[in-house]
């Protein structure tokens, strides 16, 4: 049986049996250091060095798992707990399902012969493109990021696309965005701030999945059905632009994608209930899914492979029991932490009482140098940047109109907001800076707002109407590089 | 005795390489310059002497091995006067500003390391003063090469002694790298220990770059790539922090390894006497801890980095220590091979260096061993790969994957049995691995060098790459190489890059001054910057560098071809602007601003260029101009960070 004990005041020892996993969660101030004793263990797929210090701190709620068994020290979480009942085997089994048809693809490419195709015979040469829904608290994130993981370390130069397209998950920048980054080392954890890892920075770092570049657009709220049409828009743009980005990257193509979804894809009540299958078709379609993996749920694996299951493989997996309900509460926190991160960085300070060099976090050997950032207060004129908001912002649904009635303004169309005006909503609002639209004049058209990627956010901290002018949060340096910005409904809290 | 004879004596010294070094550039680009070297003239008095001196020292405004190499051999010529040149030398020093103290140092060192006799005794008693007090009003990267300076002087003297006694080495190390907590290393977390994170970081600094001099010397001594690599990766673990007594431990071998490189020539140690082999051989067999479950599986020894002297720990940190405390206890430090030998042995039992040698153990049963000679080793380890996966029966379907058991552990872990103690990454331990894993390693090495240079830097999110960017970029590149920091190659990039080049080889341009113009100014007609003139030891001749003569006029080799392309070539123009536009990160500084700035200054402050270059050349500016003006605006005071 899995054993602890203390080594002192501060720290105790655990020592795991194999395929067993340290499951602890934290309160908001709380921040926690674990450090690999002996054996190999991992966090969502990503593996510790061992002897190294790893902090986690923002309520993290994770997880070390070990194939082999390990011995881990660490300071004192609000919650901790030992659990040999996880469902990484399957995990495991579906990443080495997966491994093969990247191996197939990447033999397609270069004209080989498959040597000694046991495995499913009927599979084509497609590389994996893997959808992944659930409800809420069924580790559909957690099951992504073990699976791109696993990818990346399998030492093959597989450079996976993980695509998000939940925007209450914000996953590399802020709340509201639905991404997509290709993946090269391992996705550490350390907070949910940053849970799928962190963009680029100016500083340098040792794990690239803290310097990732990801493709971004902005939808603005945290739920599906503020906007429906806009999300399945966006969509089809990531889409577009990810097949676009194959075309030249054998390496990235063949190492498939994964798609990580809202729950509200598998609400299977409750309202959104018609657009849920819209978005998870316009998933399907514009990723060119051929795997449908169905954390933990019965009713909609069943959905599932009635719609899809003639043309793709669909899995209903088991969800982990470590996984934790969340409240709103918390998810508004997590999105505080997310753009504060965004901004400023994060770094978390080490328990009291450990007395240990060298703390690792998130993977970074000097987090204390690279993970403090320092993003500028300017000023800049009502003109220099033009704003908009896509589609009223109190709207009814169509459903909702009197019959025969037409919207006079519709769902997708951007409407530029004057900031002189009162009920603007743009103090502590934060914008989507786009990037700047086709140089062509002749190329443009009404909506082409809606398909501009984003280069990256700001928050507005000051309006001063008499003045026209506004204070602006601004990640780095420099002018702003686009001129052209969104509003959504998320609020900057400094 | 010749000057260059001697130079050999501290050829390892980093400013020696070319010249004294990467030439410090000072700020102000308007020095006037500086006039041929005259010969050493002859001088009857001391006042007569001292004023000559001062004069010369004047002209010491950047780091120039030809004026260093005179004034020494003044000083060597004329050590009757001594004390006046070490007066002069003090006065210039605490005269010039901050960016001209640099060169100065340099020729305190020179002197005082190749005459000696009496030089180091008369600058003995004011060095220390004057070193920290310089060193306090300098910026880091001055710093960092004073730090160098410092420590060769260690060994400066003919004797191998400290150059200007143990006295003086030891009061200005205490005070720069002794217990101040400027440095925002986690080293500083300890307050009053004896030896500073800091301190043993510049000293691995310098004997790195000791290593890779001789590498460069002689680019296929395995032995010093060998040690050049364990230096590295002991930096990587100094740099995450190691207990007080392994830096003890590490300093002493490592002044145990500088110490004979004053008297032995720089090519490489002998290798032969190298023993590599005895030290894997006696690796001592591993105690595998209770709980590994699986044999094939082989444990690796616990990194000795611990919360608070984890006793029950199989492998302890004294297993780190037996091998270096001997060495550590003699007060004489014997041959410098072994040592270093010693500090690898160190490294191997703390798990540093795993398998750098032979693979010990599991990892090569699943796949079946690939003959380096056979064609392509790399697509051969793709193939065995692929023959593992293909092998494990698994159908993607609910059953089939709660029913299995996973043979997950063979692939991620037996298959990899290398890995990196810093991050946890894997590789294999074929040639393509090894090879990777060394690219991983200076990758940390690169970044953790990045992170300490930068501190107090402020560091900031960058904006998102743009989307023909992220389409175009290749995600070929995985863990091994550099690409950590997040830069993709991208055509963006390589444009930037290429323009780079391109005003590199522009700037490379030079014509000969006129003889007897060498100090009549002269400014580019576009830009109306004046243009610098420089001496070419090569050729013995005054040159104007970035400069093209057309049309019996000299201008900005930059300035002209800016504005013969925007005058030929629309395109090119636009080519060269977007870039700077929609470029990700450092947006407005990568490429050719400082191209166009001039072109800038010249619409703006005279109306009258030739019209034909003005056409393309007046939108242009306006661009600019607004893309200014608005920066200015839109930057005021930088919000540091708040928590």
């Keep these: 049986m899995d054993t602890s004990e203390n080594v002192n005041v501060h720290t105790r020892k655990w020592v795991l049996q194999a395929e067993s996993e340290y499951r602890f969660e934290l309160d908001p101030s709380a921040t926690l250091a674990i450090k690999l004793v002996s054996g190999h263990a991992e966090i969502f797929g990503a593996e510790l060095a061992e002897g190294k210090v790893y902090l986690f701190g923002q309520e993290c709620k994770a997880a070390v798992f070990t194939w082999l068994g390990c011995a881990i020290e660490m300071s004192h979480p609000s919650v901790e707990y030992v659990s040999d009942e996880t469902p990484m085997a399957v995990y495991a089994n579906v990443h080495l399902a997966l491994e093969q048809m990247r191996v197939r693809a990447l033999a397609a490419v270069h004209g080989l012969p498959i040597p000694e195709d046991e495995g499913d015979d009927t599979a084509g040469a497609d590389p994996p493109r893997v959808l992944v829904l659930g409800p809420e608290n069924s580790g559909k994130t957690s099951v992504c990021k073990t699976l791109a993981n696993y990818a990346v370390r399998a030492g093959q130069d597989w450079v996976p696309t993980y695509v998000n397209v939940d925007p209450s998950e914000g996953a590399w920048s802020v709340p509201g965005a639905i991404s997509a980054a290709p993946i090269t080392a391992p996705i550490q954890t350390s907070s949910p701030a940053s849970a799928l890892g962190t963009t680029a920075t100016s500083a340098p770092n040792h794990v690239s999945s803290n310097a990732l570049l990801p493709l971004s657009y902005w939808y603005g709220h945290a739920e599906m059905r503020r906007n429906p049409l806009l999300m399945d828009r966006l969509i089809r743009n990531l889409g577009e632009n990810i097949r676009d980005r194959y075309e030249g990257d054998t390496a990235g193509r063949c190492s498939g994608l994964i798609v990580d979804t809202p729950a509200s894809f598998a609400a299977s009540s409750g309202t959104g209930g018609d657009h849920r299958l819209t978005m998870i078709k316009a998933c399907v379609d514009t990723f060119q899914i051929n795997v449908i993996l169905v954390v933990g749920h019965e009713k909609l694996n069943v959905e599932m492979q009635r719609t899809y299951g003639n043309r793709m493989a669909v899995l209903k997996i088991a969800k982990s029991g470590g996984v934790v309900e969340l409240d709103a509460a918390y998810r508004e926190r997590i999105h505080k932490y997310q753009l504060h991160t965004y901004f400023y960085g994060h770094v978390i300070e080490p328990p009291v009482g450990i007395t240990s060099r060298g703390y690792v976090q998130a993977g970074e050997q000097t987090p204390d140098q690279t993970m403090h950032l320092s993003p500028l207060s300017a000023s800049v004129n009502f003109g220099d940047i033009v704003i908009y908001r896509i589609g009223e912002e109190t709207m009814a649904p169509s459903s909702a109109l009197p019959i025969g009635a037409a919207r006079v303004v519709s769902e997708m169309q951007p409407l530029v907001v004057d900031p002189t005006l009162g009920g603007s909503g743009l103090y502590n609002a934060v914008l989507a800076i786009l990037a700047p639209p086709n140089p062509d004049e002749s190329e443009r058209y009404d909506e082409e707002i809606l398909d501009l990627p984003v280069v990256g956010y700001i928050a507005i901290t000051a309006l001063d109407v008499p003045n026209r002018r506004m204070t602006v949060l601004s990640p780095s340096p420099g002018s702003l590089t686009g001129k052209t910005a969104i509003v959504g409904s998320f609020e900057w809290q400094e | ?643």
């Design chain 2, 1 to 643: 005795m010749s000057l260059y004879a001697q130079t050999a004596s501290y050829a390892q010294m980093p400013y020696q390489g070319q010249g004294y070094g990467p030439t410090v550039v000072p700020p102000n680009p308007y020095y006037a310059p500086p006039p041929p070297v005259p010969q050493p003239v002859f001088h009857l008095d001391a006042n007569t002497f001292r004023r000559d001196y001062m004069t010369r020292l004047a002209n010491l405004t950047v780091n120039s091995r030809p004026i260093i190499q005179t004034l020494s051999m003044i000083a060597q010529d004329y050590n009757r006067y001594a004390d006046v040149v070490v007066q002069c030398i003090e006065q210039h020093l605490r005269r010039v500003p901050p960016w001209m103290k640099l060169p100065s140092f340099y020729l305190l060192d020179a002197i005082s390391k190749n005459v000696y006799d009496p030089y180091a005794r008369s600058f003995t008693p004011i060095v220390v003063r004057l070193f920290l007090d310089t060193y306090e009003a300098v910026d880091q990267q001055t710093r960092s090469k004073m730090e160098e300076m410092l420590l060769t002087w260690r060994t400066g003297s003919p004797n191998g002694r400290e150059l200007f006694g143990v006295v003086s080495q030891v009061a200005i190390e205490r005070h720069i790298w002794g217990g101040e907590s400027t440095q925002s290393t986690p080293g500083g977390r300890d307050g009053g220990s004896s030896i500073s994170q800091a301190q043993v970081l510049s000293e691995l600094e310098f004997v790195l770059g000791q290593k890779e001099r001789v590498l460069l010397a002689s680019p296929h001594d395995e032995l010093t790539k060998h040690h050049i690599s364990i230096l590295q990766q002991l930096r990587g673990m100094v740099q995450a922090g190691v207990p007080q007594r392994d830096l003890q431990a590490i300093l002493t071998q490592l002044r145990a390894l500088t110490t004979p490189s004053s008297s032995p020539p720089p090519p490489a140690p002998a290798p032969a006497s190298y023993p590599a082999a005895p030290s894997y051989s006696q690796l001592p067999p591993i105690p595998a801890p209770p709980i590994a479950p699986q044999p094939p599986y082989q444990s690796q020894p616990p990194y000795p980095m611990a919360f608070e002297q984890p006793q029950q720990e199989p492998v302890d940190l004294t297993r780190l220590l037996p091998p270096v405390a001997p060495v550590a206890t003699t007060s004489v430090p014997s041959a410098p091979i072994p040592d270093i030998s010693g500090i690898f042995s160190a490294l191997v039992r703390a798990g540093v260096v795993s398998t750098t040698g032979t693979p010990t153990g599991a990892g090569t049963s699943s796949k079946p061993e690939e003959p380096s000679q056979s064609a392509d080793p790399e697509s051969q380890a793709r193939q065995a790969y692929r023959k593992a996966i293909m092998s494990v029966k698994i159908k993607l379907t609910s059953s089939d994957v709660s029913k299995h058991r996973p043979r997950i552990v063979e692939t991620l872990y037996e298959r990899l049995p290398t890995q990196c103690k810093q991050c946890g990454s894997r590789f294999s331990d074929d040639t393509i691995g090894k090879k990777q894993f060394e690219d991983h390693l200076d990758m940390h090495f690169r970044q953790n060098r990045k992170a300490t240079q930068a501190v107090g830097r402020g560091h900031s999110r960058s904006w998102f790459v743009s989307l023909e960017d992220w389409i175009s970029s290749n995600s070929v590149d995985v863990k091994g190489k550099g690409r950590a920091d997040g830069r993709t190659v991208s055509s963006k990039v390589v444009a930037a890059e290429e323009a780079a080049k391109r005003e590199a080889e522009l700037r490379a341009m030079f014509v000969v001054v006129p003889p007897g113009d060498e100090a009549k100014p002269i400014s580019c007609p576009i830009c109306k910057e004046p243009l610098k003139s420089e001496f070419l030891e090569d050729d013995e001749e005054w040159v104007w560098r970035n400069a093209v003569k057309k049309d019996d006029r000299i201008y900005h080799a930059t300035c002209h071809a800016e504005a013969t392309a925007s005058k030929s070539s629309l395109a090119v123009r636009l080519r060269n602007e977007r870039p700077s536009r929609s470029r990700s990160r450092t947006p407005e500084k990568a490429t050719p601003p400082r191209v166009h700035a001039p072109l800038n200054g010249d619409s703006r402050k005279s109306e009258t260029p030739t019209p034909s270059r003005l056409a393309g050349m007046k939108r242009k500016a306006e661009d600019d101009h607004t893309v200014t003006v608005k920066r200015e605006g839109d930057v005021p005071q930088a919000k540091r960070v708040a928590t």
